[in-house]
């Protein structure tokens, strides 16, 4: 696991040093300057397509042949394109909340922007793993436009009924307390964490199925 995590990593840097580097730089610096948080919303999900792009590289380079002959079972494999995904993605979330504070727009909304971008960004990628596998890179774009659109309508959908449900609470407010904000908050958000692991367990018992088949 750890010889294909680093086979990944490198992948990573060598393919998209430059544009990570330009990424941080370029949405860090716009962030700093226009104090605008939607630049951080942006880069937490590009962190984790950048890691999930690694496929591409190991179908040009018949990677699954070589590795059939290497003592890796395909959950390893997969294992570690599902690894990198989520801590690739983790990772731009720590720089996007970093870059928010130092901008000096910090706060709980931006926070749970961020935290949400994150969960979009995993979801994607789960959604769009087991399909590369199954019909190759080149097949896979032509649902990455679709999966994207159908994810971020819900998220927007889910966000406005919760933006509205908050404001009909406000306008009541004085009946609720801020202990019960507090604790439906971080219900949401506990229950939100828990789908997107659930979901990204199922696609990596999916993507595992698909890939031993491939092999045969």
């Not at 104090?35 to 040009?60: C, F, P």
Request: hydrophobic share 55%.
């Amino acid at each position: 696991m750890k010889g294909l995590l680093y086979k990944d990593i490198s992948i990573m840097t060598r393919s998209f040093k430059g544009n990570i580097l330009l990424l941080v730089a370029l949405y860090g610096v716009l962030i700093l300057v226009t104090r605008e948080a939607y630049l951080a919303y942006a880069m937490t999900v590009v962190w984790g397509i950048y890691a999930a792009s690694t496929i591409n590289y190991d179908e040009q380079a018949h990677w699954d042949a070589y590795a059939a002959t290497l003592p890796v079972t395909p959950g390893q494999v997969i294992g570690s394109k599902y690894l990198l995904c989520a801590a690739s993605t983790a990772i731009g979330a720590v720089l996007s909340l970093a870059l928010v504070f130092l901008a000096g727009v910090g706060g709980a909304e931006y926070t749970l922007g961020i935290l949400a971008c994150a969960e979009v960004s995993v979801l994607m990628n789960a959604l769009l793993m087991p399909i590369t596998y199954r019909f190759g890179a080149a097949k896979s774009r032509a649902y990455l436009m679709f999966i994207v659109f159908a994810i971020v309508f819900g998220a927007c959908f889910v966000a406005q009924e919760i933006l509205q449900n908050q404001t009909q609470v406000g306008i009541a407010g004085m009946n609720t307390t801020l202990q019960a904000k507090t604790a439906l908050i971080a219900g949401i958000i506990a229950l939100s964490l828990l789908l997107t692991a659930v979901l990204y367990a199922i696609s990596y018992t999916i993507c595992v199925r698909v890939y031993a088949k491939k092999e045969k």
